[in-house]
């Protein structure tokens, strides 16, 4: 089965600064890979998603994400933190039915003022 | 644009108790989830429904847990008789065909006294 790892539990970063939030997964094939954005109290609002193709992702909000099959990554990315990105963000993988979507432990992001 | 809805929000429910947690997937789609997430930690999966029927479903999804697609529209978890153990917020998800990414509804909190 398939399985997520985000391996920072909490990251604070400066508004303006770059960000960066790792995920590793685990699976036999070529995986669906997702990253969800959570505020407080919220859904899950989806930002991104790999299916195949370019392994570089555009998502929503200025967030983009990489697919590296040689390291069993898909890390999220964005140049510039804005305030409004507080919020906590999970790391997804589904099979190739896209059932049983596993989700990672989810990464706290705070942005300093 | 088109929303997974849930409904209650917030179910306050006595331990031992029945519950049921609505859900109201985009119209169109065909599969249908449920997730948990207890407070603090991870999404977990629970279900998955096709064609009337469950596709495939955790550990988690014992014989207290139930789901059924009573209508066209409606889709529902429910808990036959509920545990402490129960609090967490669930959410409902759907998606069409090919693949396509889960879109999530805004969860309901389930409170078990």
């Known amino acids: 089965a398939q399985s997520v790892t985000q391996p920072d539990i909490h990251i604070t970063v400066s508004e303006g600064a770059s960000l960066e939030l790792r995920c590793n997964y685990s699976?036999?094939?070529?995986?669906?890979l997702f990253w969800y954005v959570q505020s407080p109290g919220q859904g899950l609002q989806l930002l991104l998603k790999?299916?195949?193709?370019?392994?570089l992702v555009q998502g929503i909000k200025g967030f983009e994400a990489e697919f590296k099959r040689s390291q069993s990554s898909f890390n999220l990315r964005k140049p510039s933190v804005h305030w409004s990105d507080a919020a906590e963000y999970f790391c997804a993988v589904g099979a190739s039915n896209n059932n049983d979507m596993r989700f990672g432990a989810g990464t706290r992001l705070t942005v300093k003022p | 644009e088109p929303e997974v809805t849930q409904t209650p929000s917030h179910q306050v429910t006595q331990m031992g108790q029945e519950v049921i947690l609505r859900c109201v997937p985009i119209s169109n789609h065909l599969y249908f989830y449920w997730y948990r997430q207890i407070l603090g930690q991870k999404v977990e999966f629970l279900v998955s429904f096709y064609n009337n029927e469950i596709s495939e479903k955790s550990e988690i999804f014992d014989d207290q847990f139930s789901v059924e697609r009573p209508d066209g529209s409606n889709f529902t978890l429910k808990i036959r008789s509920t545990k402490l153990e129960d609090s967490a917020m669930y959410f409902c998800?759907?998606?069409?065909?090919?693949?396509?990414?889960?879109?999530f509804g805004d969860g309901t909190r389930l409170s078990i006294l």
């Open positions: 790999y299916f195949s193709g370019d392994t």
């Open positions: 699976y036999g094939a070529t995986p669906y």
């Open positions: 998800a759907s998606r069409d065909a090919g693949g396509q990414p889960q879109h």
